[in-house]
């Protein structure tokens, strides 16, 4: 089946703990983006890749790092969480740039 | 900067009434793209739209892109209740590889 995965689905962490959220996608796709959902922003895109070892910014880039080592993973790593990056993280791939196909979501929560 | 403002922000129907969200662009964009998010779900694909004037139909639904490709609207007909969700869209201002910027979504509540 055709997935886009996340890890963690939910995560409690506290201000300044190292964290990583694992993306995994089965469908060869070449681009790759971060999303983090908050209420009344919608989404925003954190980070996006067009390929292996291939990175860019989004829009709200600040405080987060990602890498994209192999094709099919793309983590997304807060080096310092604080508590103004409590969201919802979404994950998604796609084989054009356009379609986006998203992952479920992962609710982070920082203390 | 670049910005994709949709409206409204909330949409409450009667079952079986009509409905539509708006999409507008500060600049124009090479293509837009629709989604829709269930309560408690991730955003899901639902068009593309890439030529000017465009418009296409999935069932009930139907999208427009406008002639200057600063503009889209989703259109339903006859809402039902699995219509419920928050309808986002999304788009690129040219080639592919620069940032995507979605809409704030319209959220959909219909009742029965």
Redesign the interface.
């Known amino acids: 089946e055709a997935q886009v995965t996340q890890n963690p689905r939910y995560l409690i962490t506290v201000t300044g703990k190292k964290l990583t959220v694992t993306c995994s996608q089965n469908m060869n796709h070449e681009?790759m983006?971060w999303?983090r959902q908050d209420p009344?922003?919608?989404?925003?895109?954190i980070y996006?890749s067009?390929n292996v070892e291939v990175t860019?910014?989004?829009?709200v880039p600040e405080g987060y790092k990602v890498s994209r080592k192999e094709k099919r993973n793309f983590p997304l790593i807060l080096e310092s969480p604080s508590p103004n990056q409590t969201s919802l993280y979404?994950c998604a791939s796609s084989g054009?740039?356009?379609?986006?196909?998203?992952?479920?979501?992962t609710r982070l929560t920082v203390l | 900067g670049q910005q994709v403002m949709q409206i409204p922000q909330y949409q409450h129907v009667q079952e079986g009434e009509d409905f539509t969200t708006y999409c507008n662009s500060s600049t124009t964009l090479s293509n837009i793209q629709w989604y829709k998010q269930r309560p408690g779900g991730h955003p899901v694909f639902l068009i593309q739209l890439v030529k000017s004037g465009e418009v296409k139909k999935q069932k009930r639904l139907t999208f427009q892109f406008g002639e200057a490709k600063k503009n889209s609207s989703l259109h339903i007909t006859a809402t039902q209740t699995t219509d419920v969700g928050t309808y986002f869209c999304a788009g690129s201002p040219n080639q592919a590889g620069t940032a995507l910027i979605f809409g704030k979504g319209t959220t959909l509540s219909v009742s029965s």
């Open positions: 681009y983006s999303y009344g922003l919608g989404l925003r895109q996006y067009m860019d910014k989004g829009d979404f054009d740039w356009y379609t986006q196909y998203f992952g479920p979501g």
